[in-house]
């Protein structure tokens, strides 16, 4: 399988607009555009049952201490966990292509409703809940169920870049055994032994302004 997006170069840096938050030279960050970046896929195996999309961040600091801090850095030698963006599954075999901010257009405190997408541009298509579901889960005003794409926010202090991997999967069931507010990692679960074919590609983001986007320096 081959898998490109038109919103960003694979190995280069997500656009602001894909993203939850942007710098802000007065208060480290604004909110963003957030809406969900375009991806188009192709060689997709002839015995696939359904399609099933899931993002998520490798570089997440292990320990909160320092994020965010005022006079701190979160540094480069932490060690790193996974933070889940995006899950979506049950997609049609015959589907070639998701447009940019069809699923995603904007931040909805307390999170978009799901599993089930109202208004989806894909009928049956099911959403999982986000790890924005955990990180807002003691703010009064952000508290609730993330289902669905909300993009990148990494810490403004943060001495690394992170990666963002977009992966499309070809399985050979018509449905993922999950159900309610199930995560990225419930589906990785639930798909192991059906995967036909998967193709990724990365985009890169930082919030830090003494960081690059990239480890090439592009922006």
């Known amino acids: 399988m081959k898998l490109w997006s038109d919103s960003f170069k694979d190995g280069e840096a997500i656009p602001g607009e894909f993203a939850f938050c942007v710098a802000d030279p007065a208060n480290h960050v604004a909110m963003s555009a957030n809406r969900?970046?375009?991806?188009?896929?192709?060689?997709?195996?002839?015995?696939?049952?359904?399609?099933?999309?899931?993002?998520?961040?490798?570089?997440?600091?292990?320990r909160g201490d320092d994020v965010n801090q005022e006079g701190k850095t979160v540094p480069v030698d932490l060690p790193r966990v996974d933070f889940y963006h995006w899950t979506l599954i049950d997609l049609p075999t015959d589907l070639r292509n998701i447009a940019a901010g069809s699923f995603a257009n904007g931040i909805t405190p307390r999170g978009k409703s799901g599993p089930a997408i109202s208004d989806s541009p894909i009928a049956n298509a099911r959403h999982g809940i986000n790890d924005y579901t955990g990180w807002f889960a003691q703010d009064?005003?952000?508290?609730?169920?993330?289902?669905?794409?909300?993009?990148?926010?990494?810490?403004?202090?943060?001495?690394?870049?992170h990666r963002y991997v977009f992966t499309v999967y070809a399985l050979d069931i018509e449905h993922v055994a999950v159900d309610g507010n199930f995560t990225g990692p419930d589906v990785l679960a639930a798909i192991s032994g059906h995967v036909l074919a998967e193709a990724s590609l990365t985009g890169w983001y930082s919030l830090n302004p003494a960081v690059a986007a990239t480890p090439t320096g592009k922006v």
């Open 36 to 62: 969900n970046p375009h991806l188009a896929w192709s060689d997709v195996p002839a015995a696939t049952r359904s399609l099933a999309i899931i993002v998520h961040d490798p570089d997440v600091p292990s």
């Open 140 to 161: 009064k005003d952000m508290s609730g169920n993330y289902f669905g794409y909300d993009g990148p926010c990494p810490p403004w202090n943060d001495a690394i870049a």
